[in-house]
T-cell receptor
Framework: DAKTTQPPSMDCAEGRAANLPCNHSTISGNEYVYWYRQIHSQGPQYIIHGLKNNETNEMASLIITEDRKSSTLILPHATLRDTAVYYCIVRAPNTGNQFYFGTGTSLTVIP | EAGVAQSPRYKIIEKRQSVAFWCNPISGHATLYWYQQILGQGPKLLIQ????????DSQLPKDRFSAERLKGVDSTLKIQPAKLEDSAVYLC??????????????FGPGTRLTVL
C-alpha cells in the first residue's frame, strides 16, 4: 500500500472550513483514499473514501487531484467536536491489504 | 444498529500476568480486526479474521499474543505473559462483506491496558 504524508497538526477557527491535506504520490491505480478520525479516548471513525472523483457526504467532502497524488478532506463548518486526529489511508479494497494509519493530523478547532 | 462492543474498557495488570480482551462485532459483519495503538501513534493491525479464519496475523507477536473467533462472531485477544511495552489501547473493528463499503471498518471504544 502507498504511504501517505500529512502535517502533524493544524488549527481551525470554529465555523470556518477545515482543509486537511494528504500526499500520496505513490498511489496505485486501484487504491482508494480513505479518511478516518479519532476523537480522544474513542476508536477511529470512518469519514469518507474515494477513488478519483470528488466525494461528499454528511460529514465531509473529499477532493482528489487529477493525478491522484494528493487529496484534501474538507470539513465545511468546523465545530469544537471536530477536534480529533485525522488519518489519511490509501488501500486497494478487497485485497486483504492492511490499513496503515500512520500518525495523522491533529486538528484543533479553536472557539 | 448497535456498534462494536469491547470489554473491559480499562485493565491494569503487572508484568508477566495474563489478560484477555473481548470483542463483539456489528451483527452480520464477516471481518473482524484487532489493532494495538500505542500512545501517540496510529493503530497497528495485529490480526484480521474473515468469519472464523485468520486472514492476516503477520504482526501478531505469537510468542505471547493469541486470538480466536471460534464461531465467526465474537472474538478474544489474549496476552500471556504481558510485558511493559504491551501498555496500549487495544481496538477491535469489524467490516461487512460485499458491496462498495466492504472495507469500511467500524471501531469499538477500545480497551486501555496498563502493564506495571
Amino acid at each position: 500500500d502507498a504511504k501517505t504524508t500529512q502535517p502533524p497538526s493544524m488549527d481551525c477557527a470554529e465555523g470556518r472550513a477545515a482543509n486537511l491535506p494528504c500526499n500520496h504520490s505513490t498511489i496505485s491505480g486501484n487504491e482508494y483514499v480513505y479518511w478516518y478520525r479519532q476523537i480522544h479516548s474513542q476508536g477511529p471513525q470512518y469519514i469518507i473514501h474515494g477513488l478519483k472523483n470528488n466525494e461528499t457526504n454528511e460529514m465531509a467532502s473529499l477532493i482528489i487531484t487529477e493525478d491522484r497524488k494528493s487529496s484534501t478532506l474538507i470539513l465545511p463548518h468546523a465545530t469544537l467536536r471536530d477536534t480529533a486526529v485525522y488519518y489519511c489511508i490509501v488501500r486497494a479494497p478487497n485485497t486483504g491489504n492492511q490499513f496503515y494509519f500512520g500518525t495523522g493530523t491533529s486538528l484543533t478547532v479553536i472557539p | 444498529e448497535a456498534g462494536v462492543a469491547q470489554s473491559p474498557r480499562y485493565k491494569i495488570i503487572e508484568k508477566r500476568q495474563s489478560v484477555a480482551f473481548w470483542c463483539n462485532p456489528i451483527s452480520g459483519h464477516a471481518t473482524l480486526y484487532w489493532y494495538q495503538q500505542i500512545l501517540g501513534q496510529g493503530p497497528k493491525l495485529l490480526i484480521q479474521f474473515q468469519n472464523n479464519g485468520v486472514v492476516d496475523d503477520s504482526q501478531l507477536p505469537k510468542d505471547r499474543f493469541s486470538a480466536e473467533r471460534l464461531k465467526g462472531v465474537d472474538s478474544t485477544l489474549k496476552i500471556q505473559p504481558a510485558k511493559l511495552e504491551d501498555s496500549a489501547v487495544y481496538l477491535c473493528a469489524s467490516s461487512p462483506s460485499g458491496g462498495r463499503r466492504t472495507d469500511t471498518q467500524y471501531f469499538g471504544p477500545g480497551t486501555r491496558l496498563t502493564v506495571l
